[in-house]
């Protein structure tokens, strides 16, 4: 066992896991299966081929336990991987918490956030199944970057609609982008017929991720030689996203840790899911049992406000339909700093764990996320990415109520993603110009009835 005052927890290169982890086989109870919207019967193969290779699609309704990462994917992932994890030891002294807090740092990756780790052996399996280019929507923009970046290894194309609102406060992301290979729009756009139903509805709009969503599996669809890439949501997303969460169980072996509390930021889930589904398998075997909870935004509150339903992927009605905890398909939340953060339904896999009691989640206000996100920066050295504030500010909660109580608890967060590019953010905070947003149940039930109700009959 290693000393747990240490700073740093590392893994050797060859001590990095070479299987994700499906928590689809050790779910206490099956998870709802996707329909599709025709005919009210679970998709098959078939009905996902004009998007995703068979590899992916197979991977999506997999209930081994474990998946083979394969080498190729393994060679590009040794750039960043096995990536470090911290103990936050200035930020507990500044709180003067006996709590233990741990992060696992993401940042490190090319794009700078976690997804990569799912960038990657997407575009690998849509390279391999002879695919030349693919499509995707992105938020603040750390998806876009990340899949750039995998089409690049793999002599990819790659077309990104980006969602308005993060176009406009994060230039700089689009011109990463551009540096890595993609081709970046701002959605809703003129290019396709969903971005212009949207554009006829309101000229103005500040576009979402279901929107971009329509935009890029539209332009997907058309052409046989384009695949559509999902940066979150579906079952093989948040499978691959697991190495976060396996690399973090033998580092806290290293030095002889177990959480007591699992935080993560959540928005479509990857990287919730993928720090937590491997803790979730260790406390279903008995081994260990942490508390698990979702942080999400209280302008976006898909999980804590939400209605547990049938609906659509996207705003135009595009997608399979997926039980999950949703908005509504047509919601378009403000335009708050966390543009990762802002989709209108939680994945169907986090959804069915919260529905059955397995995790918990909260919402945070932006202002209570930002004040978290720097006193981190201004403690660790780290500028985190709006996104993982929102689980820095849900430990920071939980580690001041153990100086209340005298509990030396053990908390672990994902650090997802580094600020760098998200500095007008933390711009409007310093000066503030962040205010935050909140939804009354009500209206939020209204909203969502008004959405569910154009589904098909078949749901």
Known sequence: MGDPQQHKILLDEDEMPTRWYNVLADLPSPAPPVLHPGTGQPVGPEDLAPLFPMDLILQEVSTEQYVEIPPEVLDVYRLWRPSPLYRAHRLERALGTPARIYYKYEGVSPAGSHKPNTSVPQAFYNAKAGVRRLTTETGAGQWGTALAFACAQFDMECEIWQVRASYDQKPYRKI?????????????????????????????????????????????????????????????????????????????????????????????????????FPFLREKWAGRMSPTVRAVEPAACP???????AYDFGDTLGMTPLMKMHTL??????????????????????????????????????????FAGGVLFARTEGIVPAPEPTHAIAAAVEEAQRCVETGEEKVILTALCGHGHLDLAAYDAYLAGDVTDHAFEDDDIQASVAEALSKLPTVV
């Open 176 to 276: 990463m982008m551009e540096v890595f290979g993609g081709t970046v729009h701002p959605s809703p756009s003129d290019l396709t017929e969903a971005g212009r139903t949207i554009l006829a509805r309101d000229p103005d709009s500040t576009g979402s991720l279901g929107i971009a969503i329509s935009e890029a599996v539209e332009m997907a669809a058309q052409d046989p030689a384009t695949n559509y890439a999902l940066g979150s949501v579906l079952n093989h997303v948040l499978l691959h996203q697991t190495i976060i969460g396996e690399e973090a169980l033998l580092q806290l072996a290293k030095i002889g840790e177990t959480p007591d509390l699992l935080v993560g930021c959540t928005g479509g889930g990857s990287n919730f899911g993928g720090l937590a």
């Open 302 to 308: 898909s999980l804590t406000q939400g209605t547990y």
């Open 328 to 369: 509504g398909h047509d919601f378009v939340p403000d335009p708050i700093h966390a543009g990762g953060l802002r989709y209108h339904g939680m994945s169907p896999l986090i959804s069915h764990l919260y529905e059955t009691g397995e995790i918990e989640a909260v919402a945070k206000p932006q202002t209570e996320c």
